[in-house]
């Protein structure tokens, strides 16, 4: 599986922006989908994640409510959704896939990085 993930940019503060993540290859609709950031200096943190089995969707606490993160089989595509955006979230987000995590970090495939800049 390969993963193309963009959609990054620089926004301000309150700002939305929809990062997209492209799979190639088989299978894409049995694979659990993650979205990860990594802010400069910074260990790569979880964002979040959605299961293929039931759709089911998770977000790390700093998020919820504000990202969501959505998934078109038909297209081989996840999208994260990031509303009201804070200078906080600026990062270098990744996507990921497997087809047994979900939650943790350890993934099997992930993408490039698109960097997201949130001004004050």
């Known amino acids: 599986v390969q993963l193309q993930a963009f959609g990054g940019g620089l926004v301000q503060a309150g700002d939305s922006l929809r990062l997209s993540c492209v799979a190639s290859?088989?299978?894409?609709?049995?694979?659990?989908m993650g979205w990860f950031r990594q802010a400069p200096g910074k260990e790569r943190k979880f964002v979040a994640a959605?299961?293929?089995?039931?759709?089911?969707?998770y977000y790390r606490d700093s998020v919820k409510g504000r990202f969501a993160m959505s998934r078109d089989n038909a297209k081989n595509t996840v999208y994260l959704h990031m509303n009201n955006l804070k200078p906080e979230d600026t990062a270098v987000y990744y996507c990921?896939?497997?087809?047994?995590?979900?939650?943790?970090?350890?993934?099997?495939?992930w993408g490039q990085g698109t960097l997201v800049t949130v001004s004050s």
């Open positions: 990921a896939a497997d087809p047994i995590v979900a939650l943790a970090t350890n993934y099997r495939y």
């Open positions: 290859g088989r299978s894409f609709s049995i694979y659990n």
């Open positions: 959605i299961v293929w089995s039931d759709g089911s969707t």
